[in-house]
């Protein structure tokens, strides 16, 4: 996919450049600064969890345009461990968020749809999104753009 | 809590960083600030007296007082992220323990109607009842889109059999009520009296289900000896439909109805 962007995930300093371009993503697809917030929030939080969890991988950005609404995909990929107990690891009692509700708990707080694919050894996938529903104007304009 | 003086010297630190270099690296700061200050037990207030600090001090070698306090306002945006994530998730716990204490309500109520319907006379009429009101509850309090509740001696052929689903899902209901269920009773292991099971990108197997089960729970139902009596079923065409409430749910009313039944067996 053209817009998509991919960025590697080798420790700490690269949650920087994650966020940055989420945000810039974000703000290309028309969220408000709140919700562009909330994701380099989320990003950080699933990106924090290959470096502390595996220490490499990398997470994707992509745009999502369907006709009445759009919105940002972060895909966040690891081929570490894995996560034996998924449901667990989305629980409050999660190691990473010290039960207060940070780490992925705290990122599918964050956004609208949120799935963790892993089995152990065979590393992990988070697909979160955000969406955004296009008001009236965008949605005449999105309609004559695809006539 | 009140706040300590090292956050807010922190706080004042990353903030006249951001002024002075207004990147995504600087803002950052912002984020993590927010995040440690919610580990340590800090509160929006103090992210308040730690933000007015320092907005002060940005204020004060301020050239640019608009370009300074919408520095100040993203900068707090950030700071308050994590505190936005704890938040969501206290109000999703608040709704989870409403949720809960309704649900315990409903089961104690339950408790009473199962007692009921196996201390009536007709022990056939009663047993039927109490598999209706099984089938009836599960799919409503573990959300399921239908609920198939059997009898079964020995391994046999189901004797008694009732089954319930959503009228939106009517002919998938009445298809899987009238599947044969007997491969998905041998998947419910003997060690523990509950499965759950998820097929997001296939099916679970069901002969004659019509539409895919996506998500099957299923508790068996036991005599006082061990033997099982029966099953409940309860499946979803949507996928990671059921959660581990909903399997202790699931168990509890099978262990409420198995006792009504065997209470029927005693007084028919």
Sequence with gaps: ???????????DSDLVPARAEGRALATRQGFSRTDATLIATA?????????VHVGRGEIVLRPLDELRRCGLQVIARDEGPGIRDVEAALGEGSTTSRGLGLGLPGARRLMDDFQVASAPGRGTTVTMVKWRVRDELELMRERRRRA | MTHRPPFR?????????YLAERDERTLRAAYELGREAVLSGLGVMDIAEAHHEALRAGLRAAVDID????????????????????????????????AERRRAAMVRRLSSFFADASLALDGGGSTHEILHLLA??????????????TLSADGAAPHARAASYAETDAAWGARLALSDLSALDRRVPSSTPVIRMEAPGGAVGVAGAGAPVRS??????TALDG?????VHVFHHRPRAFGRTDEA????????????????????
């Excluded at chain 2, 945006?77 to 998730?89: D, I, N, T, Y």
């Excluded at chain 2, 099957?216 to 139902?221: V, Y």
């Design chain 2, 227 to 231: 033997r099982a009596i029966g099953f």
């Design chain 2, 216 to 221: 099957w729970l299923a508790a068996k139902l």
């Design chain 1, 43 to 51: 990003i950080s939080e699933v990106a924090r969890n290959i470096v």
């Design chain 2, 136 to 149: 009836e509850q599960a799919r409503e309090l573990v959300g399921g889109a239908c609920c198939v509740a």
């Design chain 2, 249 to 268: 749910v699931l168990v509890h009313l099978a262990q409420l109805a198995s006792a009504a039944v065997e209470r029927t067996a005693l007084y028919a």
């Design chain 2, 67 to 98: 370009a300074t306090t919408h520095a100040g306002r993203d900068f707090l945006l950030e700071g308050l992220s994590a505190f936005e994530m704890v938040q969501r998730g206290a109000s999703e716990a608040r709704a989870a323990a409403e």
């Design chain 1, 1 to 11: 996919m053209n817009d998509e962007v991919r960025v590697p995930i080798n420790d």
């Design chain 2, 9 to 17: 010297s922190a706080y004042t630190a990353a903030f006249l960083a």
